[in-house]
């Protein structure tokens, strides 16, 4: 079972690179997420998606970017990297419906911006 | 004021200890309510919801105290297999889940 797939693992960029973190789950889920976690600050959404075509911003969408053109992908965008984007980036997904229900996480891409 | 409160610990305790953690949060509004389990450098995993009423899953209890805004989470007979860092995590929305992450409580349970 495939379930979250995150890719790439990790990656290392210099200042000012541009990159796509990719994530795509085979779960037929409507809903989409990513979080950043870094030490002590908890995870943070960045952006989400309800659905195919709909996208909107959490709680630390500054310098990225996302888009959800099918049910399967959501991929988020550095459009340009800075030091504080250093971070362990979680993707997640979870069926529609009312808000008690599970998330599942992808494994995370480990990120370093140098 | 942090929306989700917990002690970073981290909890020390030896095989077949009962340990419990505690976890606040401030959006008076919550809809729902969990505990994550995350092992070191690994995705977060859904331990056990929360519902009002407490709820048991195996040697796991979990209590939810909407007047005080009080979570918790009771282990039984710790297993070495139980160490990881326990998240507590709150819904603040009634549709899409908007989740709210505590930083985390680390348990390390040793022989």
């Known amino acids: 079972n495939a379930g979250v797939t995150q890719t790439p693992k990790f990656q290392v960029l210099k200042t000012g690179q541009s990159m796509t973190l990719q994530c795509a789950q085979d779960?037929?889920?409507?809903?989409m997420s990513w979080y950043r976690q870094d030490p002590g600050m908890g995870l943070r959404l960045i952006h989400y998606?309800?659905?195919?075509?709909?996208?909107d911003q959490g709680e630390v969408p500054n310098g990225y970017n996302v888009s959800r053109s099918t049910t399967e992908d959501f991929p988020l965008r550095l459009l340009s990297a800075a030091p504080s984007q250093t971070s362990v980036y979680f993707c997640?997904?979870?069926?529609?419906?009312?808000?008690?229900?599970?998330?599942?996480f992808g494994d995370g891409t480990r990120l370093s911006i140098l | 004021r942090k929306e989700v409160e917990q002690d970073p610990g981290p909890f020390n305790v030896p095989e077949g200890a009962t340990v419990a953690f505690n976890c606040t949060y401030s959006?008076?509004?919550?809809?729902?309510f969990f505990w994550y389990r995350q092992d070191c450098r690994k995705e977060p995993k859904l331990l056990m919801s929360?519902?009002?009423s407490g709820n048991e899953d195996g040697r796991f209890t979990a209590q939810l105290n909407r007047a005080s805004q009080y979570i918790s989470l009771l282990i039984r007979d710790s297993k070495l297999s139980d160490s990881a860092t326990y998240l507590c995590?709150?819904?603040?929305?009634?549709?899409?889940?908007?989740?709210?992450f505590g930083t985390g409580t680390r348990l390390l349970v040793s022989p």
């Open positions: 998606s309800v659905g195919a075509g709909i996208t």
């Open positions: 959006n008076s509004a919550s809809q729902s």
């Open positions: 995590v709150v819904n603040v929305d009634t549709g899409f889940q908007k989740l709210v």
């Open positions: 929360v519902y009002s």
């Open positions: 997640a997904s979870s069926t529609q419906g009312y808000s008690n229900q599970p998330q599942h």
């Open positions: 779960m037929n889920h409507e809903y």
